[in-house]
């Protein structure tokens, strides 16, 4: 559902309407459908308007992405040329792990495989491809994604150990929090400081003692700060940024979701 091998039919409903096409798209296209080309091209350098018009302008620059593919340049995006152009995201959904691989670790694998695309919004706050595959297909100002973000790399490590997800998931930091809470999993700021935090758990950036507003993985810990990869963020540590990418932050105002007890 959140991997494939060899074949995509397998995939979430809401992953194949971004990697697979129903019909090729040329000139006069409207639509979602545009908007997706118009979003890749836009992601993979081929900067266009993002207004879900298919024109000269686009089909103009899917030449060039074709040119450049070693492809037939005729402006028409069929299924091949798509495949090309959606490669980052296709790349992140390749089942890579094996069951003998810990929990963790298979997180930090797929947090990295993502980290290495360099996922960002496009076309507007919380939009574009990466957003909606995070997000069950939805995006718009209203989806901020980090917690979908880390329920999607969850997903994607149980998935392919074959294991039930320590937590649900969700798109709410709060919500991950109880249910952290609720399995026993959930380590506060003040215990954090007196046991080790393994690589591959969550932390929630808390707000109030009942408020947290982001959340992402911990890569590595040190005394005094821990690594990250994390989504809806920036360089500057924002909890509404634009990109998937790692930071440092320190323990003040943090807790942590363990994997397992």
């Given at each position: 559902?959140?991997?494939?091998?060899?074949?995509?039919?397998?995939?979430?409903?809401?992953?194949?309407?971004?990697?697979?096409?129903?019909?090729?798209i040329?000139?006069?296209a409207?639509?979602?459908?545009?908007?997706?080309?118009?979003?890749?091209?836009?992601?993979?350098?081929?900067?266009?308007?993002?207004?879900?018009?298919?024109?000269?302008?686009?089909?103009?620059?899917?030449?060039?992405?074709?040119?450049?593919?070693?492809?037939?340049?005729?402006?028409?995006?069929?299924?091949?040329?798509?495949?090309?152009?959606?490669?980052?995201?296709?790349?992140?959904?390749?089942?890579?792990?094996?069951?003998?691989?810990?929990?963790?670790?298979?997180?930090?694998d797929?947090?990295?495989?993502?980290?290495?695309?360099?996922?960002?919004?496009?076309?507007?706050?919380?939009?574009?491809?990466?957003?909606?595959?995070?997000?069950?297909?939805?995006?718009?100002?209203s989806?901020?994604?980090?917690?979908?973000?880390?329920?999607?790399v969850?997903?994607?490590?149980?998935?392919?150990?074959?294991?039930?997800?320590?937590?649900?998931?969700?798109f709410?930091?709060?919500?991950l929090?109880?249910?952290?809470?609720?399995?026993?999993?959930?380590?506060?700021?003040?215990?954090?400081?007196?046991?080790?935090?393994?690589?591959?758990?969550?932390?929630?950036?808390?707000?109030?003692?009942?408020?947290?507003?982001h959340?992402?993985?911990?890569?590595?810990?040190?005394?005094?700060?821990?690594?990250?990869?994390e989504?809806?963020?920036?360089?500057?540590?924002?909890?509404?940024?634009?990109?998937?990418?790692?930071?440092?932050?320190?323990?003040?105002?943090?807790?942590?979701?363990?994997?397992?007890?």
């Amino acid at each position: 559902m959140y991997t494939f091998e060899g074949q995509t039919l397998g995939l979430a409903p809401w992953i194949q309407d971004e990697i697979d096409l129903d019909s090729d798209i040329s000139v006069g296209a409207r639509g979602l459908l545009a908007r997706r080309v118009q979003e890749w091209l836009t992601l993979r350098g081929y900067s266009v308007a993002i207004d879900g018009n298919y024109g000269p302008i686009t089909a103009e620059l899917v030449g060039r992405f074709q040119e450049d593919m070693f492809l037939p340049a005729n402006g028409r995006v069929n299924q091949k040329t798509f495949d090309h152009l959606v490669e980052p995201l296709r790349e992140t959904l390749r089942q890579r792990l094996t069951i003998s691989t810990s929990l963790n670790s298979a997180v930090l694998d797929y947090a990295r495989a993502h980290l290495a695309q360099h996922p960002r919004e496009i076309g507007g706050q919380n939009r574009g491809p990466w957003v909606r595959t995070y997000m069950k297909g939805n995006d718009g100002t209203s989806w901020a994604w980090c917690a979908g973000f880390v329920t999607f790399v969850l997903q994607q490590a149980t998935e392919s150990l074959q294991v039930d997800m320590p937590i649900k998931g969700s798109f709410s930091c709060d919500s991950l929090a109880a249910q952290a809470k609720a399995a026993g999993l959930f380590v506060s700021e003040a215990e954090a400081r007196h046991r080790e935090i393994p690589p591959g758990s969550l932390f929630l950036v808390r707000r109030t003692s009942t408020d947290w507003t982001h959340v992402g993985i911990v890569e590595e810990t040190h005394e005094l700060f821990f690594d990250t990869i994390e989504g809806n963020t920036n360089d500057e540590g924002s909890r509404e940024g634009y990109e998937v990418c790692s930071q440092s932050r320190g323990y003040t105002n943090k807790d942590f979701i363990l994997l397992s007890r």
